[in-house]
């Protein structure tokens, strides 16, 4: 199982929260064509302090302050964190750094050095160190721990962060994993979902609706302060005669054999913002669906 990495864009826009969702390629060997988060595997070169301590705006103490838990030490935790930030540099193109004598010019160089489509896989370190961009660690906040299903081909241990949207960049695809960008408030985007029109992956639906209960940038920020990262939230994939079913750890019948009773799942959907425990995949749309 590999280590994957998450951040969640938000900002305000007309006194609402939004979200920043990408849509993967349809060639893309994880998620494809749904909707998500930034988000990649972290590389061994995440995870040497030693290394990026002169690059990052935390120290090893505050690391361990803002973004572990028992579980999670130093090293992992930065690990994380650079991966996060360099997947969201790659796939939306926003750069969480600063740096001395830094300017947007500065920016848009870097952003569009990442769609070199010969980079080597040790660009982003590269080019941090020699730039002397000192990474945002600061800005991210603890959100979920995910791991992937079991019968799924792909497995990762993922840490999904959320991190606001800076003032002075604009999001852009890379135009090969990821092919569409859109800012949406969580309510509509669930909304669209259902539709068809945005469709998004398991766990961001189930995050989407998280969130549904923060309105403004502000609220979310203030639950952030003190958020864990709580239990790793690992559901597990059930095969029925209308297609795939995903039991969340909340749900009654997750982790045994009982039987789930997957009938009728279409009649079974349910409204955005409604208590739910599985997702079901109707024609490649997963759906939230009541027991």
């Known amino acids: 199982m ?21 849509k993967r390629s349809d060639q893309s060997g994880f998620m494809s064509g749904l909707y998500v988060f930034p988000g990649g595997t972290v590389g061994p070169e995440d995870m040497d302090l030693t290394d990026w301590a002169p690059y990052i705006d935390l120290s090893p103490d505050q690391i361990e302050a803002n973004l572990c838990d028992q579980q999670l030490y130093v090293e992992e935790a930065l690990g994380f964190a650079i991966a996060a930030i360099r997947e969201t540099l790659e ?41 002397k961009w000192i990474l945002s660690l600061s800005c991210l906040g603890k959100w979920s721990h995910w791991i992937t299903p079991k019968l799924m081909k792909k497995r990762f241990d993922t840490r999904f962060f959320i ?27 669930l909304e669209k979902n259902l539709k068809g029109t945005v469709p998004l992956s398991p766990p961001t639906i ?33 095969k029925t005669s209308d297609g795939p079913l995903i039991l969340e750890p909340w749900d009654p ?6 039987n789930t009773n997957p009938n009728d799942l279409a009649e079974k959907v349910l409204l955005p913002g409604s208590d739910f425990s599985r997702i079901w995949c109707d024609k490649g749309v997963w759906k939230p669906v009541g027991i």
């Open 163 to 189: 991190a606001p949207m800076p003032l002075d960049q604009d999001c852009q695809t890379d135009k090969r994993e990821t092919i569409n960008g859109v800012w949406l408030d969580p309510q509509t985007a």
């Open 253 to 258: 019948h997750w982790g045994t054999d009982n």
């Open 91 to 131: 796939e939306a193109g926003v750069i969480l750094a600063n740096g001395k004598d830094k300017n947007q010019k500065d920016l848009e160089n870097l952003s569009k050095y990442r769609l070199d489509s010969n980079l080597p896989k040790s660009w982003f370190k590269t080019r941090i160190m020699e730039e």
């Open 2 to 22: 590999r280590k994957a990495a998450t951040i969640i864009l938000v900002r305000d826009k007309r006194h609402r929260l939004e979200v920043y969702l990408l």
């Open 206 to 238: 189930v995050t989407l609706t998280q969130l549904l209960q923060f309105k403004t940038l502000g609220m979310l920020q203030h639950e952030l302060k003190t958020r864990p990262w709580g239990e790793p939230l690992a559901p597990c994939l059930v």
